[in-house]
């Protein structure tokens, strides 16, 4: 239904090639045939569908990336993934922080009346659920169920939603498009960068080679595993094929990836967890043997936010003996859920990650007080709810962790002030320590 030719004149209308089918066959038996709209009384314009807007909105990013800036005319050949890139931009464009893995998300539902969580327009909503997505590349010769352009991109796009939440389980989600640095504004990088690096005409592998070649460019190729386990996944695995890209039948699927990319962490592992305690939360790991270990970086996030180091414990470097590893996290704050990982590193520098593990502090041990100002310029006032019965050790660090103040105040102390006008501007942690009571808390400084 596009062209805008003035020669034609007659007025027009889309419906489903089975309607149209059915509406030819009774013309040839001689049976008048009229069109009469029995849908609902409001027609819902698809302008107020933001996924629809940023969905036609990208067209205009790949085509004019893929192929280089002097071509516009790139994505003609029968595997080219246009569609895709369109969908996983309004995709990309709406996510939502309590959104996960498993989410559905409908494209155009709004349109036929669904909610955001329908089917959609697609032959699927995407998510990483295969019981509710099961479609892999082996699914693009199938040209009933996959049509040319929008069902080829749709398979190109599941691909590329299973790397963003790879991304984001590594690194988190990040509510800000534009300066974010969570797992989705990773993978955006990539699939942007990845168009200006991929030649014109691509097809699947080619798309993909051309992520993998832009996270080498952007980040050192460090997500090549997270990056290789999408791909394989929906079916362009290491040993894929996509034939000619002007072909959509002659591709060879493959569910593999590189023997080398992913490979075994050089230290056998037994277990990982984390146990809250009174006021910190241990984090326990014990190696059946090791080689080659330089050691391990304790890493923690909150929902929605990315991984940061809490510390690093050296390796044992032993071979073929169980070592029991701990971490201590001093600075976890009562009632958040954080989530913890290690980053284990070979001597040669290559880098590994182990699983993820969560845990909670019960916020009945911790002190109660309330801050004010914060943020705050010049003195920080601390006001207890009872006194602490102990003499109160108030400590400020900085988010490197050096203690850059303290004062210690007397048990019977219900509010103290501290000054903090000596400390540059940025982001602090206060630590309230009283007897067995602890407190955590962040302060900005003006």
Same mark, same amino acid.
């Given at each position: 239904m596009?062209?805008a030719s003035?020669?034609?004149?007659?007025p027009s209308v889309?419906? !489903?090639?089975?309607?149209?089918?059915?509406?030819?066959?009774?013309?040839?038996?001689?049976?008048?045939? !009229?069109?009469?709209?029995l849908?609902p009384?409001?027609?819902?314009?698809?302008?107020?569908?933001?996924?629809?807007i940023?969905?036609e909105?990208?067209?205009?990013?790949s085509?004019?990336?893929?192929?280089g800036?002097?071509?516009?005319? +790139?994505l003609?050949?029968?595997?080219?993934?246009?569609?895709?890139?369109s969908d996983?931009?309004?995709?990309?464009?709406t996510?939502?922080?309590?959104?996960?893995?498993?989410?559905?998300?409908? #494209?155009?539902?709004?349109?036929?009346g669904q909610?955001?969580?329908g089917?959609? #327009?697609? @032959?699927a909503?995407y998510?990483t659920?295969?019981?509710?997505?099961?479609f892999?590349?082996?699914?693009?010769?199938?040209?009933t169920t996959?049509?040319?352009?929008?069902?080829?991109?749709?398979?190109?796009?599941n691909?590329?939603w299973?790397?963003?939440?790879?991304?984001?389980?590594?690194?988190g989600?990040?509510?800000d498009?534009?300066?974010?640095?969570?797992g989705?504004?990773?993978?955006?990088q990539?699939?942007?960068?990845?168009?200006?690096?991929?030649?014109?005409s691509?097809?699947?592998?080619?798309g993909r080679?051309?992520?993998?070649?832009?996270?080498?460019?952007?980040f050192?190729?460090?997500?090549a +595993?997270?990056?290789w386990n999408?791909f394989a996944?929906?079916?362009?695995?290491?040993?894929?094929?996509?034939? !000619?890209s002007n072909?959509?039948l002659?591709?060879?699927?493959?569910?593999? #990836?590189?023997?080398t990319v992913c490979?075994?962490?050089p230290?056998?592992w *037994?277990?990982l967890?984390?146990?809250?305690l009174?006021q910190?939360?241990?984090?326990?790991?014990?190696i059946?043997s090791?080689?080659e270990?330089k050691g391990?970086d304790?890493?923690?996030r909150?929902?929605g936010?990315?991984?940061?180091?809490?510390?690093? $414990?050296?390796g044992n470097?032993t071979?073929a003996?169980?070592?029991a590893? !701990?971490?201590?996290?001093?600075?976890a704050l @009562?009632?958040?859920?954080y989530?913890?990982r290690l980053r284990?590193t070979?001597l040669?520098?290559?880098v590994?990650?182990?699983? =993820?593990?969560e845990a909670?502090l019960?916020?009945?041990?911790s002190?109660? $007080?309330?801050?004010y100002?914060n943020?705050v310029?010049? =003195?920080?006032?601390v006001?207890?709810s009872?006194?602490p019965?102990?003499? *109160?050790?108030?400590?400020?660090f900085d988010l490197?962790g050096? =203690?850059?103040?303290?004062?210690?105040?007397?048990?019977?102390?219900?509010? +103290?002030?501290?000054?903090?006008?000596?400390?540059?501007a940025g982001?602090? *942690?206060?630590?309230?320590?009283?007897g067995?009571?602890?407190?955590f808390?962040r302060?900005?400084?003006?």
């Amino acid at each position: 239904m596009s062209g805008a030719s003035v020669g034609i004149t007659i007025p027009s209308v889309m419906i !489903s090639q089975a309607d149209c089918d059915l509406l030819k066959a009774q013309l040839a038996s001689g049976v008048n045939v !009229s069109l009469s709209n029995l849908g609902p009384p409001v027609s819902l314009d698809g302008d107020l569908d933001n996924g629809i807007i940023a969905h036609e909105y990208g067209h205009g990013i790949s085509n004019r990336l893929t192929g280089g800036p002097a071509n516009v005319n +790139c994505l003609n050949n029968a595997e080219q993934m246009g569609e895709g890139w369109s969908d996983y931009f309004g995709l990309m464009m709406t996510m939502k922080a309590t959104d996960v893995r498993t989410t559905r998300r409908g #494209i155009g539902t709004y349109v036929i009346g669904q909610a955001t969580t329908g089917t959609g #327009i697609r @032959p699927a909503p995407y998510t990483t659920d295969m019981a509710v997505n099961g479609f892999t590349y082996a699914d693009i010769t199938n040209t009933t169920t996959i049509t040319q352009p929008h069902g080829i991109g749709f398979l190109w796009c599941n691909a590329l939603w299973e790397m963003t939440w790879n991304l984001i389980d590594d690194y988190g989600f990040d509510a800000d498009l534009m300066n974010g640095t969570g797992g989705n504004n990773m993978a955006m990088q990539l699939v942007m960068e990845a168009m200006r690096l991929q030649p014109c005409s691509p097809g699947f592998v080619t798309g993909r080679n051309a992520i993998l070649a832009a996270d080498v460019s952007l980040f050192g190729g460090t997500n090549a +595993c997270q990056i290789w386990n999408a791909f394989a996944k929906r079916g362009v695995g290491f040993s894929a094929s996509q034939g !000619s890209s002007n072909n959509r039948l002659d591709g060879v699927v493959a569910f593999d #990836i590189p023997p080398t990319v992913c490979s075994t962490l050089p230290v056998s592992w *037994l277990d990982l967890s984390a146990t809250p305690l009174t006021q910190t939360i241990r984090v326990d790991w014990n190696i059946a043997s090791e080689q080659e270990n330089k050691g391990f970086d304790v890493e923690r996030r909150e929902e929605g936010m990315a991984f940061q180091s809490l510390g690093f $414990v050296p390796g044992n470097n032993t071979h073929a003996v169980q070592t029991a590893y !701990s971490f201590e996290d001093k600075t976890a704050l @009562p009632g958040i859920t954080y989530t913890y990982r290690l980053r284990q590193t070979d001597l040669d520098g290559s880098v590994h990650f182990s699983s =993820l593990v969560e845990a909670t502090l019960d916020p009945k041990n911790s002190l109660q $007080v309330t801050l004010y100002p914060n943020p705050v310029s010049d =003195l920080l006032t601390v006001s207890l709810s009872n006194q602490p019965g102990s003499p *109160l050790e108030v400590q400020v660090f900085d988010l490197v962790g050096h =203690l850059v103040k303290t004062n210690t105040f007397p048990a019977e102390t219900l509010n +103290c002030t501290l000054d903090m006008s000596e400390l540059a501007a940025g982001v602090y *942690l206060l630590k309230l320590q009283a007897g067995n009571l602890q407190g955590f808390h962040r302060i900005v400084v003006e």
